[in-house]
């Protein structure tokens, strides 16, 4: 770990920087293409504990990168580079895991995490949260990250709504009760869905305890949300791994959130707790079975399929092309549509 604070270095970072030990004990490098990591001076060799290796006599240059050890285009490993470095069961070791380009950088992985990939923020916040708490560090998320999760955002293949809501939601202008305070409205009320805590955004949508359910039953993994404070700086930090289902569920799921949420506050109403992440599977299957085949088996050649689940509807207008269960989902829902003679999604 030989990063040392550098330009203007984040609170973040510092902080990393500062438990360098902590994160030495559980850290190495998953090797992309090579180029940031040490030979000699980072843990990046697959091993029960993450270790750094003595660099043999032999070899004299100190800083050398993996890279050396890799093909130009960093698909493969020289065997003779390794060998020239390495004990037999060193090089078995370091060929078992496959270089992987397609990463582009090189990154920390947490070792002890059940997938592997634990990635180092979350790893370190999970055994240093307390230590975070005495930090009054507020958004700590880099410029560029977050330009690639606007981007991100404004792509995905679902109705500008969800979109248009998941960007308030991250920017935090959808009016709570705390940021209705904020710009000078007198509520004095704490969230009408718990009634145990001010509803600010992070708390309506991700946090309150009424919330919990659904994220214990949603379909995707969102349990690294306990680690933030704030829409943003979770989704920047951690939905750059993520799938597109996985944040295009999380989108609707948030839009579902306030609704609910609304109806309660205004009409009294309460929702039926939906899991997070279902819906889109529920209604393909059902407008298939239901509609679908019927029309099929009477006979018709034309059909317009009517359907609320707005997701997979939007999606039938795309071209489908993406690796994606959605994706995959919408072409199966497409090529079963093949055998009617015109077909219009509604
Ligand atoms: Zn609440």
Redesign the pocket.
């Given at each position: 770990m030989g990063a040392t604070c550098g330009y203007r270095p984040s609170a973040t970072w510092r902080s990393l920087m500062a438990g360098k030990g902590v994160l030495n004990k559980g850290v190495r490098r998953s090797i992309g293409n090579g180029r940031s990591t040490g030979v000699w001076t980072d843990p990046w060799i697959p091993s029960d504990a993450p270790t750094i290796s003595i660099r043999p006599s032999h070899i004299e240059i100190e800083d050398e990168e993996v890279s050396v050890l890799l093909n130009e285009d960093a698909t493969e490993w020289i065997d003779g580079e390794l060998r020239a470095r390495f004990e037999e069961d060193i090089c078995t070791r370091i060929k078992s895991i496959p270089p992987n380009p397609s990463q582009g950088d090189d990154r920390w992985i947490w070792e002890h995490d059940s997938k592997g990939l634990y990635y180092v923020k979350t790893g370190y916040r999970s055994l240093m949260l307390e230590t975070w708490n005495q930090f009054n560090h507020g958004l700590d998320i880099d410029e560029g990250s977050t330009m690639r999760f606007w981007k991100r955002i404004w792509k995905l293949p679902i109705t500008s709504r969800y979109k248009v809501f998941l960007w308030r939601a991250c920017l935090g202008i959808i009016p709570t009760v705390d940021s209705l305070e904020r710009r000078g409205m007198v509520i004095n009320e704490?969230?009408?869905?718990?009634?145990?805590?001010p509803?600010d955004v992070f708390?309506?949508l991700v946090?309150?305890?009424?919330?919990q359910l659904l994220w214990v039953m949603a379909s995707f993994d969102y349990s690294s949300r306990v680690y933030h404070a704030n829409i943003l700086e979770w989704l920047v930090v951690e939905a750059a791994e993520w799938s597109e289902e996985k944040l295009v569920a999380l989108a609707v799921a948030l839009y579902h959130a306030w609704e609910r949420r609304n109806n309660k506050k205004f009409a009294n109403e309460v929702s039926e707790q939906k899991s997070y992440g279902h819906g889109w599977r529920e209604s393909w299957t059902s407008f298939k079975l239901k509609g679908l085949e019927m029309a099929q088996q009477i006979g018709k050649t034309h059909v317009i399929v009517e359907s609320d689940a707005k997701l997979v509807i939007d999606m039938l207008k795309t071209p489908c092309n993406q690796a994606s269960t959605l994706n995959a989902l919408c072409r199966d829902i497409l090529s079963f549509c093949s055998s009617f003679q015109v077909v219009i999604f509604n």
């Open positions: 704490e969230c009408g869905m718990c009634n145990s805590a509803e708390h309506a946090d309150c305890p009424n919330l």
